[in-house]
Each structure stands twice: as C-alpha cells, then as structure tokens.
C-alpha cells in the first residue's frame, strides 16, 4: 500500500475557495489511478473527483463539476483538489485514495481504491 496523508481543509465562507492537498509515499506511486472522496455528517461516502497516472484523464462527480479541479504532480508525489465556488453541502471530510500500481485509469468506484488517508475536514459557513 502507499500511505497518504491530506491537508489544506479548513473553515471558509460559502463562495470561497481551498486546496487540498495529498502527500504520498511507500510504494511506486506514479503509475497509480488517485481519487478524492468525501463524507459528510450522517452521509455514506462519496466520490468527488479522480485523475489518472498521467493526468490526462479526469472524472468529477456531478455536483462538483465546473467548481472543483484535481491534479498531480509525480515528481512531487502528490495530488491536488482545487475547491472554488464553495457551498455549505460541500461540508465534509475529504479523503485522499490511490489504486494500485497496475491500476492507472481513473474511478470513481471507491471499492477500486486499496489506499486511503485520514482524512482533512472541510467546513463551508453561509
């Protein structure tokens, strides 16, 4: 497995922005399919965002689409989720989550991911 950890949550008014970021290290990372997730109070969790090995593939859910970007860096071993136009329904914990080194499309199925970070919340006031 890759270990993962995020940062970059925080409380910010609704309209505003963040960026997430998640570090990785451990295994081969750069030939990894990586996803963002999150799970609000109550909710089951749910995909947000995912981007392949090489970052010329990426998928957004619905609700995010237009306002959130993902990216990677490999030589820096991390991803990124860029959040603008932020909503109060974008409140959650936000988790980090790689597929395994044969695995380098994207997905947004969270059964497809064998490793995930602690998580960083995000909290969007109105």
């Known amino acids: 497995q890759v270990q993962l950890v995020e940062s970059g949550g925080g409380l910010v008014q609704a309209g505003g922005s963040l960026r997430l970021s998640c570090a990785a290290s451990?295994?081969?990372?750069?030939?990894?399919?990586m996803g963002w997730f999150r799970q609000a109070p109550g909710k089951e969790r749910e995909f947000v965002a995912t981007?392949?090995?090489?970052?010329?593939?990426?998928d957004y859910a619905d609700s995010v689409k237009g306002r959130f970007t993902i990216s990677r860096d490999n030589a820096k071993r991390a991803v990124y989720l860029q959040m603008n136009s932020l909503k109060p329904e974008d409140t959650a914990v936000y988790y980090c989550a790689a597929r395994g080194p044969l695995y380098r499309s994207t997905s947004y199925h969270s059964s497809d991911y064998d490793s995930w970070g602690s998580g960083t919340q995000v909290t969007v006031s109105s």
């Open positions: 981007i392949s090995w090489s970052g010329g593939s990426t």
């Open positions: 451990g295994r081969t990372f750069s030939t990894s399919g």
